[in-house]
């Protein structure tokens, strides 16, 4: 069991059910009771999704009167952009290889890749 | 027009799509060649510290591609058809044999930016929300380090 957080997020996000709890508090906080409503399963199954939320940090129930709404926690979407941005940067790591292909290009030769062509083709 | 010197991502929130946009020192038809010629397309699209090798390459509409990253002896291998090749478009498919069920549409499009220029643009579409995702997530870890470090190298050389 891994302890990186955005591994716990990426798992707590991977599954259609609590991805779809997460669009709707987007919208606003939510009881347990309400989130459940549209969904063809038990209100101890919901709990479930919530807990794997929850430990993930993606939402919270902060303490008061029952039912406590449960709340979306912002700074778990940082997390996300986070993890988008080391994908750019990958992208980024691929694109300044090809970066050095072009300039190797504007030197050479033609013959070289000509060759390449007409063994591939 | 704005130049992007740096790639820039967007991940659709509706459809399970990633677009990636950048911009190159380069012509439309060197950036064509790079993505068509195999022995130019494995100096690049392979993940740092990996050999990668290209087993099959017809780069015309409805030829087919393979290539193999190769690290620490373990094999990578990636496959796709090409659906369209022509100068400013190319559509081709994208399987990981890791996962040989999984199947992105990629689409990438080559633009004229003038003065020996070109603004690449890709499209990754995927099957699911959970796939992007885990590409997304995929080599979180590989290459980042890595990536930096030779990055460090090429600005300590002077080679960006």
Known sequence: MTADPLSRVFAALSDPTRRDMVARLSAGDATANQLAEPYQMTLQAVYKHLKVLEDAGVVSRPPGPQPRPVRLEAEVFDLMDKWIERYRRQA????????????????ETPTETEEQKGSAA | MNTVTEATIEADPKVPIIRITRDFNGTPEQLFRAHTDPALYAQWVGPNAMETRVTDWDARSGGSWRFVSTRNGEEYGFHGCFHEVRPDRIVQTFTYEGQPDGVALETLWIEDLGNGRSRLRTQSLVDSFESRDAWLASGMEVGVNEGYARLEGMLADGNV
């Open chain 1, 92 to 107: 980024e790591e691929r694109y300044r290889r090809l970066d050095a292909v072009l300039a190797r290009m504007n030197d």
